[in-house]
Every structure is written in structure tokens, then in C-alpha cells.
């Protein structure tokens, strides 16, 4: 590219000049400590090797006129040297060409050597003044590829003139010498055009790179205040679910107590349709409020893997006695391959993941029917749950796995789920270093799988049922609802269960002291003033003969309650409780509370 290429009017009048030419010419100067070197050793060679021949007068006068050319180029780099870096390009361009008019002078008084030092008397004369001009020359060309035209004079000058001083001798041989100068100031023009390019395109690549990092710079400092706005967003968002989810909660917690109360009366047949109804929309919201729940423990990271050996048959017969009742009730064709296959893995998230799998696939499939099965990859098993059912288009595949995203309910039909199951799945499977994976025809079904490390198959353990240890067990319920503690008290009484009642810490302490060691209290975490149910359960079990088991009871599903629970080891079960889900919980503690004391 040339001066009069790379450098255009500007919208002022002023010059532009493209970033590659200006990075050219810059470095050009940036090379010119290296050219007066060159030039010197030349000069030297130059006045040394004609001393013998030539007089001190004719030497002396072209050293002299050397010494002021160079003397032009020291106020060139000075003047360079005050351009400033916010120079639209005027300045530069002027610089370069200033220099271009410095090579064509300096060619000029090498090239007049050719006159003053070439004795054709004295052939050594000649060949001593080519070796100086050749090498001057072809040493010129890596300086001045960043301003080819520069070049171009200096070789130019240099070579017309031995060309001329050639053709003045009149003989053939000088002739052809000439004409061979000429031919090698071609090839360094050839050189020098090409090493130009190959700068040019160094420095087009640099610029492209610092563009390339300064747009990645502006697109990161973007996606940060992104992740910085949703992370905001997602704060809130938990903040409104937690707290919107406890006032929720809280009446509906009470609801299930009374209807559980209700439903063990002696009632005629249409309350007991009545309850049996208001049971089963407790139940319905109950699942919505779990579903958000295992989102928010998997968020808050409290959910641990405890993996072992499973056979995966086993797995499949506690899947059948679930949902074969469900497939039949929908005339749907329910089938697990028989396998003696085992995994390494946690049986109850890996029950889970099947669980929300083979509920979702049931739901989404009209005719035929669904097949789950083992099958080993290598050192690793995959289940899979295949089904006849809608499909799920290639374009919706991948946000299937997002909360609440359902593609075939657009009318958000409770009965067909809450768009939460394949989110949780797919999370829960994280937390077994495993992914689900989906391969899906719109129309023709689909087949979710997911993978886990193949495992040799344990020995049997005898187990034992559980029995019903209601009966005479002394419970604390701490909670400031009176109409939970209403509730609570009614049920457990119809199990026989004593119950003791406070509101808060002050008569939960007096409870404690005065009486015989509660075998469980069950503390609400939400309570009067900046108290909550994880601080009551530490007092009361730092008071002499505290109860011998806690459980934290809430309907906050924020992440820093789950963590806290968590760190501080109390048991939680949250709001609304099923009368049969409290029954199961009573069991369990009083159980581990019983063997403590024996």
C-alpha cells in the first residue's frame, strides 16, 4: 500500500491514516539507531579501501557531505520524536515522507561514489565501490520495508547513477555490469514488497487482535453486570418465594391438621367425601410447595450424595408397585426390563430422578406405553425411559430441563404437573456426576437417559418393620400459630401422643424444666421477634435433661435456612405436613430417641 493509498482526506480537511500505515511508519523511526550504525561501517569501509587510491581532498569532501545528510536525518528524528500520539496522521505522513526525501539524497551521495571512486585504471577501485554500494543497498531493504518508497529512492538513486557512470565508459563489460546493477536494485525491490506485505499483515493481525480483546473486554464487563442483574433478580426472587411461601404455608399447615383430624372421625358418607376432597387439595398444594422445595435445597447445596450399591432391579420393582396402578387407571402398557445389573449411587436420588422420569413420561403418552430399563455402556449403566408419548421438538429440547417449562400445557393444567419434575431430575443427577440426555421424534415419543458407574452386587440386609411408637410419646410443639398448635394438639391426641404447647422460648423453657424429658420438640423456625425456631432448639437442648430429639418445622424454602439447618444438624420438615408424613417423621425420631435412652 503506498502513502497516497493509506492516507485520505479527512471530514476537517486533516489526513486520516489507517492504523497499519501509522504502525508502519512508527516503527520505521523506531528503526533509524540500527540504519546510522550500518551507515557508519559503510562509510568507514567506503573512505578506508579508497585511501590508497584516491586523493584526501576527494574523500574528505564526500565524507563531509555524508556526514551532513546524516546530520538532516538527526533533525528528522527529532522532529518525529515531537509528534503527539493523538496525531490524526498529518504529522506522521509528513514524517515518512521527509524521510523518503532523506533516502533519496543519501542514495544521490552513495551513488556519487560511482564518479569519484571508480578508476577504470584501477579495476580494484571498481569492485571495492560496488562491494560498499551493494551492501549499503541490500542492508537498507528490513528498515525500510515499513516505507517502501523510501527504498525505492535510496537503491533507485544509487544504481541510475552507476548505471550512468557505466555507460559513460563506452565499454562492454561495464555495460553489462551496469545492466546487472540495475537487475539486482529489481530484486531488492521484489524483497522489499514483500516484506512490506508480510508487515502489513502482521500488524492488520495485531490490531485485529487488540480489537477482537477489547470487544471480548466490553462483551465480558457486559455479561458480568448480566450475571450481576440476575443474580440480583434470583435474590429476590428467592426472598419473595421464601417469604410468600411461610404465609402460605402457615394456614394450609393448619389446614391439613384439621382435615387430618377430621378424616379420623365418625362421619357420615358425604363429610366424608367433603374431607376427603379438602385432603386432596391440601395434598395438590402440598406438591407444588415440595416441588419448590427440592429446588431450593438443591440451590442452597445441602443436598448430599450417600452412594453405594443398588440393584437396579430392586429399583424397578419399588417403581412398579408406584406406578403400574397409574399406567393401568390410563390404559397405558407400564414395562421394566427384568435385569441383574447394580450401580454405584445414592438409591434415593437416583429413585427420584426414575420417579419424576416415568411420572413425566406417563403423563405426555396417550397410547401405547412406556419401558424403562438397564442397559451397560462400558464401566457405566444407563437407565432409560422410553415412551410412545408426544415427543418433543428439536427446537425445545434443550429448555425442557428449565423451571417450570411444560411444551404440552399451554392451559398450565394442574393435573398434568408443574413443569418442575425433568428440572430437578436433571440437577439431582448432577449431584451423581451424571447428565440426563434426551433423543426425541415430535409425535413418536421420546427416551430420557442418564448414566452411572457400574457396581458389583451387595450382600442382602434383614430389615425389619417399624413399629408405631405413638402411643404414650411426649411431644413439644413450639409454634406461635395458635391455630397450628390448635390443629397439631387435636391430631396427635387422637394418636394418643401427649402434647405440650408454647408459643414461644420462655414457656417452652418453663415446659422443659418442669417437666420429664419431652421425647421430641418440634420447633417452628418463623417466631415472635428476631427469634427463630433453630435458636430455641439450641437453648432447650443446653437445659438440664433437654428433649431427646428436634426437628425444625417451616415453610421457608430460603437457601440460608436450609444451610443452617444443615450446619446445625437439626432434622426439617416443612410445612404443610400430610397427617401421614408427621406420622412416619414421629416414628423415626422417637425410634432414634428410644434407643438413646436404652
Not at 174 to 188: Q, R
Not at 454 to 460: E, N, R, Y
Request: contains cysteine; proline residues 5%.
Amino acid at each position: 500500500m503506498t502513502a497516497e493509498a493509506a492516507a485520505t482526506a479527512g471530514p476537517d480537511g486533516g489526513l486520516t491514516i489507517d492504523p497499519v500505515r501509522a504502525e508502519c511508519i512508527r516503527t520505521l523511526f523506531q528503526q533509524i539507531r540500527n540504519s546510522f550504525a550500518a551507515a557508519g561501517v559503510v562509510t568507514i569501509y567506503m573512505c578506508a579501501t579508497q585511501a590508497p587510491f584516491q586523493p584526501w581532498r576527494e574523500i574528505a569532501g564526500w565524507l563531509a557531505v555524508q556526514l551532513a545528510t546524516q546530520v538532516f536525518r538527526l533533525w528528522l528524528v527529532a522532529r518525529y520524536r515531537k509528534i503527539p500520539a493523538d496525531d490524526d496522521g498529518t504529522r506522521l505522513e509528513r514524517a515518512a515522507r521527509l524521510n523518503t526525501l532523506y533516502m533519496l539524497i543519501a542514495g544521490l551521495v552513495w551513488g556519487s561514489t560511482a564518479f569519484l571512486f571508480m578508476e577504470t585504471r584501477q579495476p580494484i577501485t571498481v569492485a571495492l565501490t560496488l562491494c560498499g554500494l551493494y551492501g549499503i543497498s541490500g542492508g537498507s531493504v528490513p528498515g525500510n520495508a515499513y516505507n517502501p518508497s523510501g527504498l525505492y529512492a535510496f537503491v533507485g538513486a544509487i544504481f541510475g547513477l552507476v548505471m550512468i557512470r557505466f555507460l559513460l565508459i563506452g565499454q562492454y563489460a561495464y555495460d553489462v555490469l551496469g545492466l546487472a546493477s540495475i537487475g539486482y536494485s529489481a530484486i531488492l525491490f521484489g524483497f522489499c514488497r514483500v516484506q512490506n506485505r508480510e508487515l502489513k499483515e502482521g500488524f492488520a493481525i495485531r490490531f485485529e487482535n487488540r480489537r477482537l480483546l477489547a470487544a471480548l473486554e466490553v462483551e465480558k464487563a457486559e455479561a458480568e453486570a448480566a450475571r450481576a442483574r440476575a443474580e440480583k433478580a434470583n435474590l429476590a426472587k428467592s426472598q419473595l418465594l421464601a417469604a410468600a411461601s411461610h404465609d402460605l404455608r402457615q394456614p394450609l399447615h393448619a389446614l391439613s391438621l384439621f382435615s387430618g383430624s377430621l378424616q379420623s372421625l365418625a362421619l357420615d358418607e358425604e363429610a366424608k367425601d367433603v374431607a376427603s376432597r379438602i385432603q386432596s387439595n391440601v395434598a395438590a398444594m402440598e406438591k407444588l410447595f415440595n416441588g419448590l422445595l427440592d429446588i431450593s435445597r438443591l440451590e442452597a447445596g445441602v443436598v448430599q450424595s450417600h452412594r453405594e450399591p443398588m440393584s437396579c432391579r430392586d429399583l424397578f420393582d419399588r417403581l412398579a408397585g408406584y406406578f403400574d396402578p397409574m399406567a393401568e387407571r390410563q390404559g397405558l402398557d407400564l414395562r421394566f426390563r427384568d435385569t441383574t445389573l447394580w450401580v454405584d449411587a445414592d438409591p434415593a436420588l437416583t429413585e427420584q430422578i426414575c420417579v419424576n422420569l416415568v411420572t413425566n413420561a406417563l403423563r405426555y403418552t396417550r397410547t401405547g406405553g412406556v419401558l424403562v430399563a438397564a442397559r451397560k455402556r462400558g464401566q457405566r449403566i444407563s437407565i432409560e425411559v422410553s415412551d410412545t408419548g408426544i415427543g418433543i421438538a428439536r427446537a425445545d429440547q434443550a429448555r425442557i430441563f428449565d423451571e417450570f417449562v411444560q411444551i404440552g400445557n399451554p392451559e398450565r393444567d394442574r393435573g398434568k404437573g408443574l413443569g418442575l419434575g425433568l428440572a430437578i431430575a436433571q440437577r439431582l443427577a448432577a449431584i451423581l456426576g451424571s447428565r440426563i440426555e434426551i433423543a426425541s421424534i415430535e409425535g413418536r415419543g421420546s427416551r430420557f437417559s442418564f448414566a452411572l458407574p457400574a457396581a458389583l452386587p451387595a450382600k442382602p440386609a434383614k430389615t425389619l418393620a417399624a413399629p408405631d411408637l405413638m402411643r404414650g410419646l411426649r411431644v413439644l410443639l413450639v409454634d406461635d400459630d395458635a391455630m397450628v398448635r390448635e390443629g397439631a394438639s387435636l391430631l396427635l391426641r387422637q394418636w394418643g401422643v401427649e402434647v405440650a404447647l408454647a408459643e414461644d422460648l420462655a414457656p417452652a423453657e418453663a415446659l422443659v424444666r418442669d417437666n420429664p424429658p419431652f421425647d421430641i420438640c418440634l420447633a417452628d423456625y418463623r417466631l415472635p421477634g428476631d427469634r427463630d425456631g433453630l435458636s430455641v432448639i439450641a437453648t432447650l437442648a443446653a437445659l438440664p435433661n433437654p428433649p431427646r430429639a428436634f426437628c425444625l418445622v417451616t415453610g421457608d424454602m430460603a437457601a440460608e435456612v436450609l444451610a443452617a439447618a444443615d450446619a446445625a444438624r437439626v432434622p426439617i420438615i416443612h410445612k404443610p405436613l400430610h397427617p401421614a408424613r408427621l406420622r412416619a417423621l414421629l416414628n423415626h425420631l422417637a425410634s432414634g430417641a428410644r434407643r438413646e435412652v436404652a
